[in-house]
């Protein structure tokens, strides 16, 4: 929604770590079980990505921390309560909540794991890592919008300016 009303390009990293999981033939709950080489490749494929590119919105868990060499950027931590995600999950995957619980803690945990282990990141969903905080689960998808926009710089709304949007969602 924000990539398509800036005119911008949108890369959901969260997708290829998906894709990756189910090549491999694990859920993506148990991505932790993936070998190192495998993940750490995705991370560099993205970040080269990124130094060749701007004006994305890169969506993805580790995305702040991939970018953080990088200029120009800001990074937005979008994030809802425990219910509110495993409600989400449930939707988007056809499943029970009790189901769903089990799959959001834990994915919660192996990239605890994981984070921790690749990159040495032990407070992944600690805010003050993050420009901008949002919580998703108390304002539509219009409101949030709305906000992110009134953070951005001027020149990087209109495209003048190179800059690029990083998220991590929770």
């Known amino acids: 929604?924000?990539?398509?009303?800036?005119?911008w390009n949108h890369v959901n990293i969260?997708?290829?770590?998906?894709?990756?999981?189910?090549?491999?033939?694990?859920p993506i709950e148990n991505?932790?079980?993936?070998?190192?080489?495998?993940?750490?490749?995705?991370?560099e494929e993205v970040q080269t990505r990124m130094k060749l590119t701007s004006h994305y919105?890169?969506?993805?868990?580790?995305?702040?921390?991939?970018?953080?060499?990088?200029?120009e950027v800001?990074?937005?931590?979008?994030f809802a309560g425990d219910a509110t995600r495993?409600?989400?999950?449930?939707?988007?995957?056809?499943?029970?909540?009790?189901?769903a619980e089990g799959q959001v803690f834990k994915r919660d945990e192996e990239e605890r794991i994981v984070f921790k282990r690749l990159y040495d990141i032990s407070d992944i969903g600690k805010e003050t890592h993050f420009d901008l905080s949002l919580d998703t689960s108390r304002k539509s998808p219009k409101e949030?919008?709305?906000e992110i926009k009134g953070h951005?710089?001027?020149?990087?709304?209109?495209?003048?300016?190179?800059?690029?949007?990083?998220?991590?969602?929770?």
């Open 86 to 99: 495993i409600t989400r999950c449930a939707k988007r995957q056809g499943i029970s909540l009790g189901e």
């Open 74 to 78: 800001m990074s937005i931590y979008c």
């Open 31 to 43: 991505f932790g079980s993936l070998d190192d080489a495998s993940l750490l490749r995705v991370d």
């Open 152 to 170: 951005l710089e001027p020149t990087s709304a209109s495209g003048s300016s190179a800059g690029d949007l990083w998220f991590h969602g929770r």
């Open 14 to 26: 969260g997708q290829a770590f998906r894709d990756l999981a189910k090549a491999s033939g694990i």
């Open 1 to 7: 929604m924000l990539a398509a009303d800036l005119g």
């Open 57 to 71: 919105v890169w969506e993805g868990r580790l995305a702040a921390w991939l970018a953080r060499p990088l200029p």
């Open 144 to 146: 949030l919008l709305d």
